[in-house]
Nanobody
Framework: QVQLVESGGGLVQAGGSLRLSCEAS????????VGWFRQAPGMEREFVAA????????DYVDSVRGRFTISRDNAKNTAYLQMNSLKPEDTAVYYCAALLISGRNLTQAKEYDYWGQGTQVTVSS
């Protein structure tokens, strides 16, 4: 199994920015697709962004497209979510997730094999 640890969450004002990190250990990070998901209180876990093994392909939920950027540095075994122009509705616990097998739907949480513990992002108005 691969272990994932998120960091970088916190409290930020609307319009501000945060950079989340997801550090992986235990396996070869470059073999895994990586996704970011978020879960607000009382809500189901929601897809945010995903990135391919080499970082050449990305996908975003429409609500964050143009504001968030997913990236990865395989040499550092780390994936990132740069969050700009944050809105109160972005408030949630953010999770990174990883999967090994290609061909899965990366927007579906159920497809991912490994999950981090989550990091809280709170955007004040």
């Amino acid at each position: 199994q691969v272990q994932l640890v998120e960091s970088g969450g916190g409290l930020v004002q609307a319009g501000g920015s945060l950079r989340l990190s997801c550090e992986a250990s235990g396996r070869t990070f470059s073999l895994y697709f990586v996704g970011w998901f978020r879960q607000a209180p009382g809500m189901e876990r929601e897809f945010v962004a995903a990135i391919s093994r080499g970082g050449g392909r990305t996908d975003y939920v429409d609500s964050v497209r143009g504001r968030f950027t997913i990236s990865r540095d395989n040499a550092k075994n780390t994936a990132y979510l740069q969050m700009n122009s944050l809105k109160p509705e972005d408030t949630a616990v953010y999770y990174c997730a990883a999967l090994l097998i290609s061909g899965r739907n990366l927007t579906q949480a159920k497809e991912y094999d490994y999950w981090g513990q989550g990091t809280q992002v709170t955007v004040s108005s």
